[in-house]
């Protein structure tokens, strides 16, 4: 799998609310380069987790529709007409 290559505007957001998170809630004042590689360690770490619980999501909500989609073709079958009067 490859790694997640974030927009860099979207990385830099990150980075800085990094940042302030880590200065507000631990005191610690954490470089932009720290920053980036914290971010990009944790990206490496969580990339698989994340994407293997998508394609579970996934495969319970095409499963589900599925099941759905199976009871309507079988509402609409056609029932034998009787030919006896």
Do not use: C, F, W
């Not at 980075?15 to 200065?23: A, P």
Request: hydrophobic residues 40%; without cysteine; proline residues 4%.
């Amino acid at each position: 799998m490859k790694p997640i290559k974030l927009p860099k505007d979207e990385k830099e957001a990150i980075i800085s609310d990094l940042q302030e998170h880590m200065d507000i809630e631990h005191g610690l004042e954490l470089g932009h380069l720290a920053a980036e590689q914290l971010i990009d360690y944790m990206l490496g770490l969580l990339t698989s987790p994340i994407y293997n619980q998508a394609i579970e999501d996934a495969l319970t909500a095409v499963r589900d529709r599925m099941s759905v989609l199976e009871d309507d073709l079988y509402a609409m079958k056609a029932t034998k007409k009787s030919t006896r009067r």
